[in-house]
T-cell receptor, first 111, second 113 residues
């Protein structure tokens, strides 16, 4: 069963615009991760944020975490056509090292 | 580092046949995951190994599915007999000691006709 659920399911933007994707989850977590999946490929880890962190940056990526609302957001700034992919959040909880994935957000960036 | 290696990349088989998917995790990683991805159900965990031992197989759909990890560098997922509803992309992923970031293979696209 999915722990995280991404919103929106699909997002279509123009190159240069910012893209924001959200993830909501149900139970307390140890950390939350974001992954990217290009069409026909495996998932690639982007960034991890721990439950005691509120914001994290990596290049054009900015992740926030609000544990009181059980939600996270992924912001991609100045998007590029190459950012076109599906983006998934994954959580780990309790003593588990198993990432549990949401259904993903499909992002299309038009050149 | 070659990353997680899965084979075959594509498999088409007839209903009732046995299918074996293979995975070589990243050297030094001690956790291995098998996931299945479909449009309907998203990415589902099938089984999790730690130090070659199956820890959580609650996601294995039924007795037709079995997984082994005979050593730290090789794992198999077997479906016998296969059914059309098993059609999906199967991913193997590995992670390092005490880490939760998973490194995925390219997946095996299985089609059962």
């Amino acid at each position: 069963s999915q722990q995280g659920e991404e919103d929106p399911q699909a997002l279509s933007i123009q190159e240069g615009e910012n893209a924001t994707m959200n993830c909501s989850y149900k139970t307390s977590i140890n950390n939350l991760q974001w992954y990217r999946q290009n069409s026909g490929r495996g998932l690639v880890h982007l960034i991890l944020i721990r439950s005691n962190e509120r914001e994290k940056h990596s290049g054009r990526l900015r992740v926030t975490l609000d544990t009181s609302k059980k939600s996270s957001s992924l912001l991609i700034t100045a998007s590029r056509a190459a950012d076109t992919a599906s983006y998934f959040c994954a959580t780990t909880s309790g003593g588990s090292y198993i990432p549990t994935f949401g259904r993903g957000t499909s992002l299309i960036v038009h050149p | 580092d070659a990353g997680v290696i899965q084979s075959p990349r594509h498999e088409v088989t007839e209903m009732g046949q046995e299918v074996t998917l293979r995975c070589k995790p990243i050297s030094g990683h001690n956790s291995l995951f098998w996931y299945r991805q479909t449009m309907m159900r998203g990415l589902e965990l099938l089984i999790y190994f730690n130090n070659n031992v199956p820890i959580d197989d609650s996601g294995m759909p039924e007795d037709r599915f079995s997984a082994k990890m005979p050593n730290a560098s090789f794992s198999t997922l077997k479906i016998q007999p296969s059914e059309p509803r098993d059609s999906a992309v199967y991913f193997c992923a590995s992670s390092g000691q005490g880490r939760t970031e998973a490194f995925f293979g390219q997946g095996t696209r299985l089609t059962v006709v």
